[in-house]
């Protein structure tokens, strides 16, 4: 069974910047993407990021505002995201070996 732990969501004003981190609980190869993914309410899960030791990839909705990268010693996988808006706000889960974290609550607000 992995685990991945995900944190670093949270309230922030629109234009703001979050930076999320997604822990596994097992070595997870480098050829393995880890990726994130979003849902908002009523809405179904989307992809984001996902990134490898090739190059990381990202939704054509988000490119240029959200950056991925990795610490493949830590098996942690990092979402930064810029200049959030309102409809950025969403459950926010890390995807790795067939799995899914319990997501972490992004809300994007004044």
């Known amino acids: 069974q992995v685990q991945l732990v995900e944190s670093g969501g949270g309230l922030v004003q629109p234009g703001g910047i979050l930076k999320l981190s997604c822990a596994a609980s097992?070595?997870?190869?480098?050829?393995?993407?880890m990726a994130w993914y979003r849902q908002a309410p009523e809405k179904e899960r989307e992809f984001v990021a996902a990134?490898?030791?090739?190059?990381?990839t990202y939704a054509t909705s988000m490119k240029g505002r959200v950056t991925i990268a990795r610490d493949y010693a830590k098996n942690t996988v990092y979402l930064q995201l810029n200049s959030l808006k309102p409809e950025d706000t969403a459950v926010y889960y890390c995807?790795?070996?067939?799995?899914w974290g319990q997501g972490t609550q992004v809300t994007v607000s004044s």
């Open positions: 990134i490898t030791t090739t190059r990381p």
């Open positions: 097992v070595t997870v190869s480098g050829t393995e993407p």
């Open positions: 995807f790795a070996l067939g799995f």
